[in-house]
Every structure is written in C-alpha cells, then in structure tokens.
C-alpha cells in the first residue's frame, strides 16, 4: 500500500522557453500550495554558493519560472513574482501557470449557446494563452453537466476572473504544473483515507453557515431594445432551515436557460451547510495511506474522525493543499510537514459517498 513518505524537495528555474537558468542548490526553505479555482503559490529559500549565486542573480520576475520537484516527483510550478537576494540569502515567490491568465483579457467576441461550462472553460484559457503562451495544457476530466450559455466581449475583463465566474456555477478546476484540469464540482474520485491515526495532533471540524442559501438568484446580462432580462432561479423554502435566498450578478450569461443552470448549481454546494475539515496546520502521519503528488484539488479523500463533537465518515473534497520543508539548523532538524483541507457541499452530499455519522 502506498503511503505519504517522507519527502526531500529539489528546484530549478528555468526561462520561459524551458531552458535552465540555475539549478538552486542549498534550499532551506522550500513551500508549494495546489488551490481549487484559484491560482496556487510556492516560495524558496536558497542559501547560495559559488557561480551559483551570480546566476540566481540574474532571475527575473515573469521571465524565469520556478520548478519544484519532491523526491522524483514534480510537483509545482510557475512564474516567479518577486524575488530578493540579501546577504547570503535569496528568497523567491511564484505562482503557478494560472497567474498568467489574470494578466491577459479576452481577444475576441465570442457567444456560447446550450455548451457545457468546459467547453467554455476551454475556449476563455486558450484564447487567453494564445497571442504568447509560455507552455500549458488542458485536460478535461469530465463534463459539468451546467449549460454554458455565455457572453465575452473582446478586452472586457480579466480571462482569470471570467474562469472564477465559471466556478460559482459548477466547474472545478486547478493548475498541475503546467496543466490545467477542468472537472464537474461532483468529480466523485477519491486519492486515499485519511482517519484520526493519519491525524495525530487533531484537526477541525466546522460548519459555514455563511455558504447556506435554500434559493439562488442568478441574473445575467440585461435586456437591450424591450428584450427581458435574463434571470433564473433555483430552490425555495426548505422544510429544515427555512428559507435562506442568495442573489447574484453574473453579466456573461446570454441565456435563461443557463441562468438557471448556472442557479441550480449553486444551489447544490450551498445546501445543506457546507462542512469543512482543515488539518490545522498539522501534518499528516507519513503513514497515512495517501501519496502526496496525487493531493490534487477536485478529487476526493475518505476522511473518518471520531475525535471532536461532530464525529465524521464521508468522502470529501480536496480543496487545498500546503507542502512545506525545512533544511533545519544545527540545533534543530529540518522535516516535512503536509496539510490538506478537505469540504463536503451539496454537491459532495449528492454522490452519496461514506455519509455523515
């Protein structure tokens, strides 16, 4: 059975066409993050030495890519954002691939009709790349099921925020290196087990009451020449919390009935209240049945806990995951330590996975 490890991380920066810059050598730092629907970051700390030092010298923000790896695994990466050098010290901070596309715009009028959200998805981040692309690909994991019907008017808005849109209605996606996977929110796939062994300094339970609603609202754009506005709603009154209604703005959608796609969505990762567990910081057990290079946001981890007051069996969702290593000092040894949070919506409730005990 595989098992999480213990890891050993090494980095290399390389220029935007691939090739090597500067190996780092002497990492002593060294944290790396995989986000659901956002854009993920890493930072190292390198002590350098010899002609490696005036080579990292010459590192530059949005030119040189940062390129971390974990045993012989790579795990992360993308564009450095900053970098400082000090004293026998160099410390740099990055983002992955998907940083590129909250600085690019839409290049061209387009209107999407009764398509899947992935096809939009598709189209908003190679369109986004195209006029200079710095290396990616696309993998589409598996359709939404939500209707499209969407609306990008040439140099309006940033492509970035136009993905996120996408994500408040029933598209999960993140960045893998240098790929960017495009999955349904109820992708049920699980990666590993996690119980309170695996957890061993304790983790938390809690509810976001503040994600409830019982009925969505979603507007689109708005009429032109007497036409109505596009509106669509989902949900009512609920025989367990009452009624709870959420209203929201979404200017892309062209169609009535993607607005009630894009409500309907919402209205499953909001009811009932979604349930989080983070790991508090905590590190999960190297002995926990999970390989880390596999914690990818959008799948799933059976998660058991009977620890806190809200006892817990269910398969969850990865929604973010935080790696970090130190090199330690000669007084202190350097260690890994792995954290994962995890959430179940509606969306994860209507795969009927493990269940809540």
């Known amino acids: 059975m595989a098992v ?4 050993t991380h090494t980095a290399l920066i390389t220029d935007r066409d691939g090739a090597s810059v500067s190996p780092v050598q002497t990492l002593t730092e060294v944290e790396w993050t995989r986000v659901l629907d956002d854009t993920s970051t890493a930072r190292i700390v390198v002590n350098p030495d010899g002609d490696c030092c005036d080579r990292l010298g010459q ?14 695994d790579p795990v992360w990466s993308g564009p450095i954002l900053q970098a400082e050098w000090s004293r026998g010290q160099m410390e740099v901070w990055a983002a992955d691939v998907l940083a590129v596309l909250d600085r690019r715009v839409p290049h061209a009028d387009i209107t999407f009709g009764d398509t899947d959200l992935v096809n939009v998805a598709d189209w908003l981040i190679t369109d986004g790349f195209a006029p200079d692309d710095p290396g990616h690909s696309i993998e ?4 939404t099921g939500v209707r499209g019907g969407r609306e990008y008017r040439r140099n309006i ?8 849109d996408l994500a408040e209605n029933g598209l999960d996606y993140t960045a893998v290196g240098s790929r960017i996977l495009l999955l349904p929110e109820t992708y049920p796939v ?7 062994a695996d957890l061993p300094e304790g983790l938390i339970v809690a509810e976001d009451g503040t994600a409830l609603a019982t009925r969505w609202i979603v507007a ?19 025989p367990y919390y009452g009624l709870v209604e959420r209203y929201v703005e979404q200017t892309t959608i062209s169609t009535t009935l993607a607005a009630r796609s894009a409500a309907a969505s919402r209205l499953r990762a909001s009811l009932p209240v979604p349930v989080v567990v983070d790991t508090q910081e905590v590190s999960i057990s190297p002995e926990a049945a999970v390989q880390i290079p596999t914690l990818v946001p959008g799948w799933c981890l059976d998660v ?4 806190t007051c809200r006892p817990l069996s269910q398969r969850l969702k990865i929604t973010g995951v935080k790696v970090t290593e130190t090199g330690g000092t000669d007084s202190t040894p350097g260690s890994e330590s792995v954290q994962v949070q995890v ?15």
């Open 4 to 7: 999480a490890g213990c890891g």
């Open 59 to 72: 590192v530059r923000a949005w030119r040189h890519w940062l390129n971390i790896w974990r045993g012989r």
């Open 140 to 143: 589409v994991v598996g359709k």
């Open 157 to 164: 808005g940033q492509t970035g925020d136009h993905l996120r």
């Open 190 to 196: 699980t990666v590993g087990r996690l119980t309170d």
């Open 220 to 238: 689109g754009k708005e009429g032109t020449d007497g036409d109505s506005d596009i509106i669509g709603d989902a949900g009512g009154p609920d």
């Open 304 to 307: 058991t806990t009977q620890v």
């Open 343 to 357: 959430a179940v919506t509606g969306a994860e409730s209507a795969t009927g996975a493990l269940g809540v005990v």
